[in-house]
């Protein structure tokens, strides 16, 4: 489960694709796939959550894993590599780490 609150231990990659908006269906059920076939069985997986921008062009992954150390063994591990090479042909990326400092609640 998602869950975003200052000092919690999740690591937080949040990738930014761009894509053409004919194209942006598929990069999400790439993600999806991906996501439900391999990665959320990892060692460390905590959560996913997939955005797609209202005018086509961009896909927001925000995804929560315990710690870097896990997020790069599923990074290294072959089986991730055929997903990756997927998706980067669909669209580019801007993958960044994150560590949340602050949020406000209603």
């Avoid at 998602?2 to 694709?17: H, Q, Y």
């Amino acid at each position: 489960m998602t869950v975003i609150r200052e000092g919690m231990s999740p690591l937080t990659l949040i990738n930014v694709f761009t894509v053409a908006p004919e194209r942006q269906q598929d990069l999400v059920a790439a993600l999806e796939e991906a996501t439900e076939r391999s990665i959320r069985y990892r060692p460390g997986f905590v959560s996913v959550n997939i955005h797609a921008s209202l005018d086509g062009t961009r896909v927001v992954n925000y995804a929560q894993w315990e710690s870097r150390e896990h997020l790069e063994a599923m990074l290294a591990d072959p089986a991730s590599n055929d997903h990756i090479q997927k998706i980067s042909e669909l669209a580019s990326s801007d993958p960044q780490l994150y560590q949340v400092r602050t949020t406000i609640e209603r």
